[in-house]
């Protein structure tokens, strides 16, 4: 009779160990305030008074990557889509006002790659930093047969936390405040289903040179990762000067700005305030898409939208651009009735162009 092991059937323990004893520095670049940032206990502990909080309110989010992994998994190219998730779940943490925390990932793949696992898990660690939160855990799954050869998955997991009295929830929107944008780094991580249909149509590969970039291959400019806005959206926050937050992810500006308006509002937004980046025009142009489409799928250019006082917008403005955002006043608060789609883009047409 054989005798078997664990790694006879694919899972290999020794590689897995490997694999967090390469992490672990990573972990511990992303200290902070509350948390040591260490692994290898089976949870993990944060002292919300040492981080300065009084009467917090948690927030918690969860979120993937997409089918964005892909691009990366052809690409060969795995050091950069950890950062999109952490830009994910804590993009939409800092929406409600709330300061990310901790994070924990979870990693998911047939056969251990312990390089790519660790590449993986640096671009995590840089999301982490750019965010101020610790990466405190997470969970390293080999499972043979559930993944094709090279595929992996990702998760990632975040907490944050909001004064009680400081928690942004819309419900001060009115008709008459002024809606800023700030600008996207390119895609971020949706609509890559999408991407990667018409990269097929365009018969190029990711290895062949961008169209719009001829410094870069297609593969890095479409792993270009997601922007992380907290430290300076919570600046603004902080000062006063902010009232929603709508962070431009699947569903893009039409979709997203109305989860944070209070019912009879919507927004009238002028798409020539800002230029449509060149990774859209290419989209556009390559699937024939037509304009209200892509302000439904992609963010278009505006990563994050913040609703301010009229009175405080230049102030609101000015913090964020000096924290090194791009900042475009798009709009306005108007009056929207029952039935009256809430998002209205005047000059879509103009993108043709």
Known sequence: MSSYSYKDAGVDIDAGNALVEAIKPLAKSTARTGSDAGLGGFGALFDLRAAGFQDPLLVSTTDGVGTK???????GKHDTVGIDLVAMCVNDLVVQGAEPLLFLDYFATGKLDVAAGRAIVSGIAEGCRQAGCALVGGETAEMPGMYAEGDYDLAGFSVGAVERSRVLTGVGVAEGDVVLGL?????HSNGYSLVRKLVEVSGLTYGDQCPWDSGRTLGEALLTPT??????V??????????????ITGGGLIENIPRVLPDG????LDAAAWTLPPVFRW???TGDIAPHEMARTFNCGIGMVVVCPADRAEEAA???ADSGETVTRIGKVAASADGQERVRIAGLDGWRG
């Open 69 to 75: 992994l892909k691009v990366a998994i052809e690409a």
């Open 183 to 187: 600008a996207s780094s390119g895609v």
């Open 234 to 247: 919570l600046a603004a926050v902080k000062a006063g000067t902010v009232k929603a937050l709508a962070h």
């Open 265 to 268: 509002t919507g927004v009238e």
């Open 283 to 285: 989209l556009m142009r």
């Open 227 to 232: 922007r992380i806005y907290v430290k300076p």
């Open 318 to 320: 000015k913090i964020l």
